[in-house]
């Protein structure tokens, strides 16, 4: 309304100074035209000083309303376009911040609440570093873990939504680190952290997302009947490393540091985004003492597992000394606390030893149908772990004191 009256105000004044100049510009022709020039000499009435005076002064003001009135027809436009752009907005379907791909528009993905799980996951992160530190310091962590269920659950409801909508040759882990999720997490954490992603960075990611899913349904399309399970879900988390690989080098180093931490780097249930994290649920760490005691292991565990005996296994025991040959680069001891955390190149190559000796199996011994499905089906897999064993000393740690 008060727009409405200025308007008004405006066009009024401005037409009523553009009626007195008219007029006073019709009259001074009409004088020219019939006495010729001697409107001087008639003595006919000048226009005062102080009359002209005034109507500069109108003319002025009629030119500053006018600016007015332009201006308020500019802000009442700008301002129908704010109002219609808002009303598009309320009226169109949400998105993601980075979105791509057949996956996009996926309803449990639009419907999450980015901003709670950015804040979890940026939460998780932090204090999974400091119990990391405290570790390292010989300090106990066990209640830091049990505290950080507070930010997990969040996430866990998130993973179990979106569980069996995103393709994973994993479990819900394996949906969790979809690279459609992963960037809308990536880049709720970094505007958490202040460090958010440029419209450049987003746009990148989204093209290396495209990429991915490219990357994905060629590998997909490349299975037979006799690929492996397991086989496809390491394909999957070379992929997942490719990208992530992708991911950082368009990361500065201030975002690096908010999404891959140095310390918990593609560890096993401790990295958030690395593929490692498939592997809590499918790659079980097997504490042994040497290779040899390892190679017994694998022939008692494909024993039980498929019902053959172990003397048909060892007639073609050059597939578990391949199989112990093949992880031999991951074999070095370590502490018993640390069994649980390897990383992702140790798990993938156990994994792929595994794949290989189960090829050899299948290739080797008269299997029955269902044993072979049982094989092929198969996404579990050894990640073996060398213990270090206690020193004579630890292991009888009673002194010798010298008598009198």
Request: negative net charge.
């Amino acid at each position: 309304m008060k727009i409405a009256v200025l308007l008004i105000a405006a066009l009024g004044v401005g037409f009523a100074v553009g009626f007195m100049t008219s007029n006073r510009k019709t009259e001074g022709s009409d004088t020219q035209t019939d006495a010729g020039g001697a409107e001087e000499e008639l003595g006919a009435p000048q226009v005062s000083e102080a009359m002209q005076l005034k109507l500069d002064d109108l003319a002025e003001e009629n030119a500053s309303l006018n600016d007015q009135l332009n201006e308020l027809k500019a802000a009442v436009a700008e301002y129908e376009q704010l109002q219609a752009l808002a009303e598009a907005a309320m009226d169109a379907d949400p998105t993601l911040a980075i979105a791509f791909g057949k996956f996009a528009d996926l309803e449990e993905l639009l419907d999450a609440d980015w901003n709670k799980i950015g804040t979890s996951m940026l939460a998780l992160s932090e204090g999974i570093q400091e119990i990391i530190a405290k570790a390292e310091a010989g300090e106990d962590v066990g209640e830091d873990f049990m505290n950080l269920q507070e930010h997990n659950l969040p996430l866990i409801a998130f993973a179990l939504a979106i569980n069996g909508k995103l393709p994973s040759h994993g479990m819900v882990n394996g949906v969790f680190t979809h690279p459609l999720a992963q960037v809308n997490m990536m880049s709720e954490m970094l505007a958490g952290a202040d460090v958010a992603l440029t419209e450049t960075q987003a746009a990148r990611l989204q093209q290396l997302g495209l990429q991915f899913e490219k990357d994905w349904d060629n590998a997909d399309r490349s299975y037979g009947d006799g690929t492996q399970a397991l086989e496809k879900l390491l394909d999957e988390a070379d992929l997942k490393r490719e990208f992530l690989r992708a991911v950082e080098g368009d990361l500065d180093q201030g975002q690096r540091e908010v999404i891959f931490p140095d310390s918990s780097r593609d560890l096993r249930m401790l990295d958030l985004f690395s593929p490692a994290l498939m592997f809590s649920e499918t790659g079980h760490p097997l504490p042994v003492q040497s290779a040899a005691d390892l190679r017994g292991q694998l022939v008692d565990n494909v024993s039980k597992s498929l019902g053959v005996t172990k003397d048909e296994l060892n007639a073609h025991g050059h597939i578990f000394d391949t199989w112990v040959a093949d992880v031999q680069s991951i074999l070095s001891p370590i502490p018993a606390d640390d069994q649980m955390f390897y990383d992702l190149d140790q798990g993938i190559i156990a994994g792929r030893a595994q794949s290989h000796a189960v090829n050899s199996l299948l290739q080797s011994l008269n299997l029955t149908d269902e044993q072979r499905a049982e094989l092929l089906d198969n996404k579990m897999f050894i990640v073996p772990r060398v213990i270090e064993q206690p020193s004579a000393e630890q292991s009888n740690p009673t002194s010798n004191e010298g008598g009198g």
